[in-house]
């Protein structure tokens, strides 16, 4: 009997480490933290409001906000590199019309292939046999 084995599940899930937050979303937190602990402590208390609070914002989105299933941040960063690609494609032709047509009148050189037939390889009438039967009857033992 073949062995059975377990096969993964849920592969797509994330491990959690505090109630519904993953380990993810735990470290994208922290940094936040301490960075809006920090502006907290550089900038005047309006300065702070005004730089602060969409930067809390920016990075609660960063961590709980999924788009098709994925993490904000794999979004940002397919966008930015769909807006990095050319959004226009141009054939850098470099050929001339004339060297076209030039190319296109010259006629393919001709191959010429030869067939040769391989000599038969003497067989026993057992093993003809097994062939024709092995085959389903497609192969035609040459007499």
């Not at 505090?18 to 809006?36: C, K, S, Y």
């Not at 030869?114 to 000599?119: D, I, N, P």
């Amino acid at each position: 009997m073949p062995e059975q084995y377990v096969v993964p599940q849920f592969i797509d899930s994330e491990d959690k480490i505090f109630g519904p937050v993953t380990a993810r979303q735990f470290i994208i937190l922290m940094v936040v933290a301490l960075m809006e602990f920090l502006l907290f402590k550089l900038l005047s208390f309006v300065f702070f409001l005004l730089i602060g609070i969409p930067f809390l914002a920016l990075g609660g989105t960063i961590a709980f906000t999924k788009i098709n299933g994925q993490p904000f941040h794999f979004f940002i960063l397919n966008a930015v590199q769909t807006f990095k690609k050319p959004g226009l494609r141009v054939w850098d032709k470099t050929v001339t019309d004339t060297q076209l047509r030039d190319y296109m009148a010259k006629a393919p050189p001709l191959v010429l292939t030869r067939f040769e037939h391989k000599a038969y390889a003497g067989t026993s009438r057992i093993e003809e046999l097994a062939l024709v039967v092995n085959t389903g009857g497609v192969y035609k033992p040459e007499e």
